[in-house]
T-cell receptor, first 114, second 113 residues
Framework: SAVISQKPSRDICQRGTSLTIQCQVD?????MFWYRQQPGQSLTLIAT?????????ESGFVIDKFPISRPNLTFSTLTVSNMSPEDSSIYLC???????????FGSGTRLTVV | QKEVEQDPGPLSVPEGAIVSLNCTYS??????FMWYRQYSRKGPELLMY????GNKEDGRFTAQVDKSSKYISLFIRDSQPSDSATYLC?????????????FGTGTRLQVTL
């Protein structure tokens, strides 16, 4: 299955600033997915990133807050903009494991906003 | 009511015990069921992927799906300290990149020596 490298692994940021998270896959994939994992809550899909088109956002998430880039079939970025303490969470990227079913996840970015 | 309910634990068992982890769901359209294991400071790792009711076994792990009761389980036999992690159930309506996963909140498991 695909191997995903996600950077940074963690960061502490000041409120009002932005952080860009990078996700690199070792093979070409059609879609990449961005999730948020808040303490005590289930993984929540933020958006689906398809190369060459605008990302598709889930209810409750907007492009101005979470802009996504997908410049090629192996790379994507998620930016968390104008951060507040409520954005403190783990952010994960994911791709589908076509032959086996299910999805592979990166190791996550642990974001703390102070 | 959440679409997927999962007891958050923590669940503590001695080494060698049989562990039963469970999820219930309310959406009868769910067809595909997964279990993920997540170690601390790591991303979720796919353990089991099943479709339709019945059992699927892989080594010490058995996934069980009961669609009539909207209930899925993961059994771990001969549990080891290395099994200590958070276990997440996930499900979707269909397979493929258009499918959307709905996750449980995860059960934290601690296997003690």
């Amino acid at each position: 299955s695909a191997v995903i490298s996600q950077k940074p692994s963690r960061d502490i940021c000041q409120r009002g600033t932005s952080l860009t998270i990078q996700c690199q896959v070792d093979s070409q994939v059609t879609m990449m997915f961005w999730y948020r994992q808040q303490p005590g809550q289930s993984l929540t899909l933020i958006a689906t990133a398809n190369q060459g088109s605008e990302a598709t956002y889930e209810s409750g998430f907007v492009i101005d807050k979470f802009p996504i880039s997908r410049p090629n079939l192996t790379f994507s970025t998620l930016t968390v903009s104008n951060m507040s303490p409520e954005d403190s969470s783990i952010y994960l990227c994911s791709v589908e494991v076509v032959r086996e079913g299910g999805y592979t996840f990166g190791s996550g970015t642990r974001l703390t906003v102070v | 009511q959440k679409e997927v309910e999962q007891d958050p634990g923590p669940l503590s068992v001695p080494e060698g015990a049989i562990v039963s982890l469970n999820c219930t769901y309310s959406n009868s359209a769910f067809q595909y069921f997964m279990w993920y294991r997540q170690y601390s400071r790591k991303g979720p790792e796919l353990l089991m992927y099943t479709y339709s009711s019945g059992n699927k076994e892989d080594g010490r792990f058995t996934a069980q799906v009961d669609k009539s009761s909207k209930y899925i389980s993961l059994f771990i036999r001969d549990s080891q300290p290395s099994d200590s992690a958070t276990y997440l159930c996930a499900m979707s309506n269909f397979t493929g990149t258009a499918s959307k996963l709905t996750f449980g909140t995860g059960t934290r498991l601690q296997v003690t020596l």
